[in-house]
């Protein structure tokens, strides 16, 4: 969805975002995951609870993402039949008791995809949900074919097609760098033997570069021979299919590689906390957010959030009531951006929000109405020690601002004044207002190149 589509749900509370998904739980006592139930009500999941199975089947037409189990209500049989009701519903077992083989095993034979404690952190349910959100990687998966036989490329991208695989086919190795870039695979299917270089020179090509060592990488060639196999996996290959390959065993190929890459990826570049981005991972983004846009000719914009008083709060409400503050605030910024979106966690309380094909003025209004959202969230203990939780916020974009380091420097300085200000407001750095000029100058040497801005345009103050 384009920043343009996305400027008509402002007025409204509908976050761009998928409608409500459908979560089952089932517990012969639902009351104990009431917290749960709350946080993913709050990421735009419809939860039924239900206090055993036979209930479940006792209703219609009930097709929900997962069902979520207590061991106690887990029996082979009746858990099978939830499953022959929404076949591709994952079922997860919620267990107080982790390190308990038998009741494991009572849960895989039940047809368990994982087995989580009691409670569950919910950013690592959200991970087996496949609800990374904000990221590029979310949906079906994404294969890029390097293929110089176009006979063999047409018939293979139409196999994967048809199995829901989002495939591209670059015929010329030369094109790789700049469509793996834009068109970010999960996997990438590579003849061995390629006009230019070979398949395993490619290889090497890729595992150079830090943001594909961890891209899976499948070769498809017709000599089978165990030698070139060895060099292949020698290269980091993950696997190995031989000219012309099995349709079913190139799906499930596929499907399993790209499943387990999302799975590790998402761990690897996770913060602990709050589920969201490491600041590695969201600088990382914010770099081939830029990649893009300077080729597209298209507009990036980054956001530099923090909590307002985050001290207070540690010290008025403790430690453990903060990291909920952070859980919250990070389930409200995944519930508000867009599908594509990319959010992470700075550092302590501050956090980064990189939003393509969005102008600075679009940026602005969205990290906005995140903040009136979350503002009006009550968060706090019931004797109402505290109660509320605000942040600020500051916004800049490319290209008025044409580096990464610059970008992230003038959406500080944006932030810096809305904390000045006020607090509890966003701030967006345009080079015309009064009081960007000494940094404008430094950041912007060619001002003459920017439109002026009417006053009634500068900065809100709330």
């Known amino acids: 969805m384009c920043a343009g589509d996305a400027e008509h749900e402002l007025e409204g509370p509908t976050p761009s975002r998928a409608p409500p998904r459908l979560l089952v739980l089932i517990d012969s006592e639902p009351e104990s995951c009431a917290e749960l139930v709350s946080q993913l009500e709050c990421m735009a999941w419809e939860v039924r609870s239900f206090r055993s199975i036979s209930e479940v089947l006792e209703v219609a037409d009930l097709v929900p993402r997962a069902y979520f189990l207590d061991e106690s209500v887990v029996h082979a049989g009746s858990a099978g039949e939830l499953l022959v009701r929404a076949p591709s519903a994952q079922l997860i077992v919620m267990s107080e008791r982790p390190s308990c083989l038998e009741s494991r095993l009572r849960a895989l034979r039940a047809g368990a995809t994982a087995y989580v404690d009691k409670p569950p952190d919910i950013n690592a349910l959200l991970a087996r949900l496949g609800d990374h959100a904000l990221e590029s990687h979310a949906g079906p998966a994404r294969v890029l074919m390097v293929e110089d036989d176009r006979i063999v490329a047409r018939h293979v991208a139409a196999v994967l097609r048809h199995a829901g695989i989002e495939t591209e086919v670059v015929f010329d190795p030369a094109a790789l760098l700049d469509t793996i870039s834009d068109f970010r695979p999960d996997l990438v299917l590579m003849d061995m033997g390629l006009p230019g270089c070979t398949g395993l020179e490619l290889a090497g090509v890729l595992r150079q570069d830090s943001r594909y060592v961890g891209l899976p990488i499948v070769f498809l060639t017709g000599d089978g021979a165990q030698s070139r196999r060895i060099a292949a996996f020698t290269q980091g290959a993950d696997d190995f299919l031989t000219k012309p390959p099995n349709e079913e065993r190139l799906i499930t190929t596929i499907r399993s590689r790209v499943e387990r890459a999302r799975v590790l990826r998402g761990y690897m570049e996770r913060d602990g906390l709050t589920g969201l981005f490491d600041r590695a991972a969201i600088d990382r983004r914010l770099a081939r957010e830029l990649e893009v846009a300077r080729r597209r000719s298209a507009p990036v914009s980054v956001a530099l959030i923090d909590l307002d008083f985050f001290k207070q709060i540690n010290d008025r409400s403790g430690h453990a009531f903060g990291d909920s ?118 950041l912007c040497p060619d001002l003459r190149a920017l439109a002026p801005r009417a006053d009634d345009e500068g900065h809100r103050v709330r």
């Open 325 to 442: 503050v952070l859980r919250t605030l990070s389930l409200t910024l995944r519930n508000f951006l867009r599908v594509g979106d990319s959010v992470g966690r700075y550092g302590g309380e501050e956090f980064m929000v990189v939003l393509p094909d969005a102008t600075a003025d679009y940026a602005e209004r969205v990290i906005d109405r995140i903040r009136d959202r979350f503002e009006s969230l009550a968060l706090g203990r019931t004797s109402g020690e505290f109660r509320g939780a605000t942040f600020s916020a500051g916004v800049a974009s490319f290209p008025t601002l044409t580096s990464q380091a610059t970008l992230v420097e003038a959406a500080d300085a944006a932030l810096y004044r809305a904390k000045e200000g006020g607090r509890n407001r966003v701030e967006a750095f345009r080079p015309a207002g009064r009081d960007d000029q000494s940094l404008a100058k430094r």
